[in-house]
């Protein structure tokens, strides 16, 4: 019951997040799919508003340095994890139940046809809006993400916290 009660809180805080961060969607850009990415690219009218990769990249490290402090608090001071296996197994389940909400909620549920995130000038590219594989690519590499802070979040636990 508790796993079921920290997935609604973790996937109610991240639907927030996003929420907050879609409310200009040029600036997610990088998180459609390539064809879209590259048609707002080549349009004048995104000219200078396109976030640069050195800031796609700044801000998933950021987010990740995040999440791995949110985790780690979390596990270590809400659930009394202390053990390196804790902290990862339990952030890696939590992440995986966020990520699959991610995937079905929030992506293809939402992204995919709310009109809100279609960009001026790629109104033709329904497709590709709708395009759910590139989704789920998604979300197997946010699992391999999750193997990577989630074995930060384990290394906090066990030998900072």
């Known amino acids: 019951m508790i796993l079921v009660i920290e997935s609604v ?7 927030i997040l996003v929420f907050l961060l879609s409310r200009n969607p040029i600036q997610t ?9 590259e048609r707002v690219s080549s349009l004048k009218e995104y000219e200078g508003k396109i976030p640069t990769k050195e800031n796609k990249i700044f801000v998933k490290i950021g987010a990740c340095i995040f999440f791995v402090l949110v985790i780690s608090l979390f596990l270590r001071f809400v659930n009394g994890y202390t053990t390196f296996i804790e902290g990862f197994g339990y952030g890696f389940l939590l992440w995986t139940i ?29 497709e590709e809006y709708h395009n759910y594989w590139f989704h789920i690519k998604g979300f197997f590499l946010g699992e391999g993400i999750a193997l990577v802070v989630c074995f930060l979040v384990g290394l906090v636990i066990q030998f900072i916290l």
């Open 9 to 15: 809180i973790f996937c109610v805080l991240f639907t």
């Open 98 to 126: 966020v990520n699959l909400f991610d995937v079905i909620v929030l992506d293809i549920l939402w992204f995919c046809h709310d009109p809100y995130f279609v960009l001026k000038g790629t109104e033709d590219m329904v």
């Open 29 to 37: 850009v990088y998180n459609y799919p390539p064809k879209i990415q």
